[in-house]
């Protein structure tokens, strides 16, 4: 019986074979429907054409429009790598009516908002059209996802033509805000991990990067009217070592970096308590005017700023500023968490002078939801994380929320008992429990109007390299992705594993270390093909 299972089993892989390979030329299917995008778009119509990417290709874009030109160069510079072309740019004041199209002639279609964009692929052109840069950015991402994962290759692939099924995709994301956070404290990580964070981020269509740039464990950012914080308190990390701390021009590169892939970075200073870099490094920050020593282990809610002294609220004011200055987007998180060693009253008044600090130099605040205590209001926005009443609270003061459950939403957080790296105490969270949560069904009185998204937060008190952030990060950070993209009766996990499993080759082209989930299909890039003409001749 076996015998017999095995060689039909064999039969069948070399009539599949012999069938593939006589139908080269049609490679890649051309059924736009077939596709594995994440996250998934909100509509797909196929017409069942293709269109031919080679040497040829031009990138025409908006003429006087300097975001689509560098959204043009952007794609180009995707491209550059793994085809091998030399893709020319070039300005056009209408429809050139070939090559790839980018324009914000979408400027009157309302339903597809300043994020959303529409991709016309005909045999022609390329068209992807959004009535903002940032959704031309998103439909450049779409294309990238169509296009086989070689095209993430850093080698010239040698191969002239490339295809993309030809159709008409309709998306816009569901959610403002679609953000990770990484903890840059408890390990410091350098500019080149974090652009590569950054690229993850992008490819996925997320629009936030919160950095958490302090902690007990070391401060992150040069503050140049308080020296001694990054040069003392940025000197060590969790395990005791090195350490390290972004200057001004490390931070204004990433700043850039993240602005050109159309990511707003969001600075969090974590106060009053997270602090004892900043009280090691500074004594007058202490009640008792004694610096603290450095901390190196995993343990908090111990350290807490002097609520009372006024030289707290000079630093705060310093720091706020600084930073603040280096920072386009509109963002400034304070933290706010866990500060157990300082007394309720003080929290209060000490969050209500940091939201005014914060404000003063043109911010709004974010904190994590312990601020709903203080006097948050319509201005604010508070980061849910664990409890429910905090985030309650804060809405009825009129405050909006970020969701991010750490149920559900924590990238430090197992996938299963035997994950080497990652803590426990939120449980541990699988690729399917990372995917399947609805912020609006999380906390009962939270409305979708409350919530402005979601955010992963990669805390790194277990996290030491680029490796390890890619290994705890995928595969579940293209599932927040698509919580935050993609509208809750659109999203399955049943059909979201299927086309995760199809990331297989992109993450592996891409060198990604990834976690392979016994959850996850994991599919090599030819038997998707082989399943999609299958598929195809059913149909
Ligand atoms: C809780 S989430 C924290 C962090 C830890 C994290 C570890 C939050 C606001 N505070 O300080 O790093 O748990 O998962």
């Excluded at 091998?84 to 914000?104: H, R």
């Excluded at 991010?404 to 429990?433: F, N, Q, R």
């Excluded at 579940?476 to 979201?496: H, K, S």
């Amino acid at each position: 019986m076996n015998i017999m299972k095995t060689s039909l089993k064999f039969l069948f892989v070399s009539v599949l074979a012999v069938y593939t390979m006589s139908c080269e030329e049609q490679y890649p299917p051309t059924n736009l429907a077939n596709n594995h995008i994440i996250p998934k778009p909100a509509s797909v119509v196929a017409t069942h054409g293709t269109f031919v990417l080679d040497k040829d290709a031009v990138i025409f874009y908006d003429s006087g429009n300097e975001d689509l030109k560098k959204n043009a160069g952007y794609l180009a510079g995707l491209l550059r790598p793994s085809t091998g072309f030399v893709i020319e740019t070039k300005a056009t004041s209408q429809n050139p009516g070939d090559g790839i199209y980018l324009t914000t002639g979408a400027d009157k279609d309302s339903l597809l908002g300043e994020g959303g964009y529409e991709l016309v692929i005909s045999e022609k052109q390329v068209k992807i059209s959004s009535p903002h840069p940032d959704g031309v950015f998103y439909g450049i991402q779409t294309v990238r996802q169509l296009l086989p994962a070689d095209i993430e290759s850093k080698d010239d692939t040698t191969r002239e033509k490339w295809f993309l099924p030809t159709g008409r995709i309709r998306d816009w994301p569901e959610y403002q805000h679609r953000g990770a956070m990484l903890d840059v404290s408890r390990h410091f990580f350098g500019v080149e991990t974090v652009k590569r964070f950054i690229d993850y981020l992008a490819l996925y269509k997320f629009n936030v990067l919160h950095l958490h740039l302090s902690d007990d464990q070391g401060w992150r950012i040069e503050i140049e009217s308080w020296p001694n914080l990054a040069r003392h308190g940025g000197s060590t990390e969790v395990g005791g070592g090195e350490g390290g701390y972004y200057t001004k021009d490390d931070y204004k590169e990433i700043v850039e970096y993240a602005a050109d892939h159309h990511i707003t970075v969001i600075p969090e200073i974590d106060m009053p308590g997270h602090t004892n870099a900043a009280l090691a490094s500074y004594p007058e920050l202490n009640c008792d005017g004694k610096a603290r020593e450095l901390y190196t282990g995993t343990k908090v809610g111990f350290s807490t700023l002097c609520t009372d002294k006024e030289i707290v609220y000079e630093f705060v004011d310093d720091v706020v500023r600084e930073i603040s200055e280096l920072t386009p987007g509109p963002w400034f998180h304070i933290g706010g968490d866990e500060s157990h060693s300082t007394d309720h009253d003080d929290y209060v008044r000490f969050v209500n002078r940091a939201r005014e600090i914060v404000n003063s130099y043109g911010k709004k605040v974010i904190g994590w939801d312990e601020i709903a205590h203080a006097d948050v209001n319509s201005e604010d926005v508070v980061q849910f994380w664990a409890r429910e009443n905090n985030a309650l609270q804060g809405v009825k003061k009129g405050a909006r929320v970020i969701m991010s459950p750490s149920s559900h939403a924590y990238m430090d957080i197992k996938y299963d008992s035997t994950t080497v790296l990652g803590l426990t105490w939120a449980g541990l969270t699988e690729v399917d429990d990372a995917y399947n949560w609805d912020p609006v069904a999380l906390v009962d009185g939270i409305e979708k109007i409350d919530i402005i998204g979601v955010e992963a937060p990669l805390w790194t008190e277990t996290i030491e390299s680029l490796d390890d952030i890619e290994y705890m990060t995928f595969p579940r950070l293209p599932g927040y992705a698509e919580i935050g993209w993609t509208a809750t009766e659109n999203r399955f996990w049943e059909d979201y594993k299927v086309r995760l499993g199809k990331q297989k080759e992109r993450f592996e082209t891409m060198d990604v270390n990834y976690y392979k989930s016994p959850l996850v299909p994991w599919q090599d890039e030819e038997d998707i093909f082989i399943d999609e003409q299958k598929e195809g001749e059913v149909k």
